[in-house]
């Protein structure tokens, strides 16, 4: 009896403990039970690593041996095919402005760079002054940079002076303009109705208006809402001279942006950089002047991932990952879900996988002693996705790699800076590559055809079908990827209708002497 008691009471407590393990569990491991609808990976899919997809290609490429004369063209800079920035022409302000006009932008900072753009040729079109845009607060990165958070409003108001009249806030009779009034109901000052790709036309017979009657008109929703035809020339050029001129990121910035381009061309330089567990920055050295880099934004977070419904090779539990994800932010509608796996890679509309774009700048001809600097935020799969890209180009770095705890605390948590920063590096690289479109791509060719800087532009639907190909060589699949990127390497594209001005700025604002 004393036995079965004995028995009952360990039972209990046994049974009472593992209650309490079971209440604590989503505690210490939130991952498993936290809904999959924010920025990071479920824990499974952190704690399964994925293996290699292109084994073979992958034991080729870590043997490979690039000969002199090929590293010699592929860092060759683009030749001067006589194209050359146009300049906007100035021209007097009138004498009397029909208003204020506010701008609200969302998205990330490319986005909300085009959209600046956009609110500075709407300004001129309605001869209207423009309140410095408000930067809606990012709701994936929970970001509130304001614009004078991240762009030099001196130099912004300086550089358009002639253009456009600007100010820094609205005047106090319309202090009550602010996005919390809009916030709360239908307001006669607000425009929520601008069409995306808007016509000139259009603000002239619906914005006009309200400006006249008002003083003021406040546009939002306003990304992408100013079209890219039918513009006049003088438009075209200040929209151009606004992205290339007149955003100069803040000053502090800049200063960092200059120290880790200093410390990638000199890395036996390490002042200011973490001198502790930081090998790369002895083993080059550096006797024949500054080197070489090239930056490489790796678009493969995890919204990348799940939106494309394509199949990365994480196995059950990325795959349940990922459709947990979709189901939560977009209810199983997925774009491109009616495709396979086979096709979408086959039609170029599959994410290349930091394996897989490290495979493709290996057959491009990039050696093992190539300075590479990661442009990326979170990337899917953490550094187990990025360990086969990590072992093609062991003199890989990053922000965090690349900078001192003090200097990462200043950009640290805002999205926007260190997206500012990423965006500074790679505007100053040799080279540049995205590993898909979006856009800090757009953005980054369009500003680099400017400055007729190389930019390799992957061939998607070329490289999905090489990688399905598992018997291919790698003298095979290195010949494939040269061919293929021959005429992808930046230079001048004429801009189609409906394609953005910032994206190809030619020959908008890139003219041919």
Same mark, same amino acid.
């Given at each position: ?19 309490v ?6 505690v210490?491991?939130?991952?498993l ?25 992958l ?14 063209d592929?860092?060759a ?19 009397k ?48 940079s ?9 130099h ?12 820094k ?7 009550w ?11 006669? /000052?607000?425009?929520k ?9 259009w ?61 990638l ?104 002693n ?17 360990? /086969? ?17 003090s ?7 805002k ?32 500003h680099r ?15 999905g ?15 494939a ?11 001048i ?21």
């Amino acid at each position: 009896m004393v036995l079965v008691m004995g028995l009952n009471f360990q039972s209990n407590r046994a049974g009472a403990l593992a209650g309490v393990f079971v209440l604590l569990f989503p505690v210490f491991l939130p991952g498993l039970f936290s809904p999959l609808g924010n920025a990071s990976p479920s824990t499974f899919s952190e704690w399964n690593t994925p293996k290699p997809r292109h084994s073979r290609l992958l034991k080729s490429a870590l043997q490979r041996r690039s000969p002199k004369l090929d590293q010699s063209d592929l860092w060759a800079p683009l030749a001067d095919e006589g194209w050359k920035p146009c300049v906007a022409s100035k021209a007097s302000l009138p004498w009397k402005s029909e208003g204020y006009i506010q701008v609200f932008l969302d998205g990330g900072l490319n986005q909300q760079r085009m959209g600046i753009c956009d609110a500075v040729a709407v300004a001129k079109l309605l001869n209207a002054t423009l309140v410095i845009p408000y930067l809606e607060t990012n709701p994936v990165w929970k970001d509130s940079s304001s614009f004078m958070d991240i762009f030099d409003v001196d130099h912004f108001i300086n550089v358009l002076k002639d253009d456009i009249s600007i100010v820094k806030e609205l005047p106090a009779e319309f202090s009550w303009s602010t996005r919390e009034y809009y916030a709360t109901a239908i307001r006669a /000052t607000r425009v929520k109705t601008a069409p995306v790709h808007a016509s000139a036309n259009w603000y002239l017979e619906n914005v006009l208006p309200v400006l006249q009657s008002y003083g003021i008109a406040a546009i939002a929703p306003f990304s992408h809402r100013l079209t890219f035809e039918n513009l006049p020339d003088e438009i075209q050029r200040l929209r151009c001279k606004v992205n290339f001129q007149a955003l100069f990121f803040v000053p502090h910035i800049r200063a960092l942006g200059d120290a880790l381009i200093g410390r990638l061309r000199y890395p036996s330089n390490k002042s200011g950089a973490k001198e502790a567990n930081h090998p790369s920055m002895t083993t080059v050295a550096n006797d024949q002047g500054p080197l070489k880099f090239v930056v490489l934004h790796l678009r493969f977070d995890k919204d990348m991932a799940a939106h494309s419904a394509c199949d990365f090779g994480g196995g059950k539990a990325e795959k349940l990952a990922l459709a947990k994800y979709r189901q939560v932010l977009w209810q199983g509608r997925v774009l491109n879900s009616q495709f396979t796996d086979e096709e979408l890679r086959s039609q170029g509309r599959c994410p290349l996988t930091p394996e897989e774009i490290g495979l493709l700048l290996a057959a491009s001809g990039f050696d093992n002693n190539t300075r590479l600097y990661l442009a990326s935020h979170k990337v899917y799969g953490g550094e187990a996705r990025i360990s /086969t890209l990590r072992s093609l180009f062991p003199l890989m770095e990053d922000k965090k790699s690349l900078t001192s705890g003090s200097e990462l605390a200043q950009i640290k948590g805002k999205a926007s800076l260190l997206a500012a920063v990423d965006y500074y590096v790679s505007l100053h690289s040799d080279i540049f590559i995205s590993a898909s479109p979006g856009n800090m791509h757009n953005a980054m060719v369009g500003h680099r055809t400017y400055k007729n800087l190389k930019t390799i532009r992957p061939n998607m639907a070329l490289s999905g079908q090489l990688f399905m190909n598992k018997s291919i060589i790698w003298s095979d699949f290195q010949q494939a990827i040269v061919e293929g990127h021959k005429n992808r390497l930046g230079h001048i594209r004429l801009r189609k209708p409906k394609q953005s001005i910032y994206t190809y700025p030619a020959p908008d604002c890139v003219c041919h002497n």
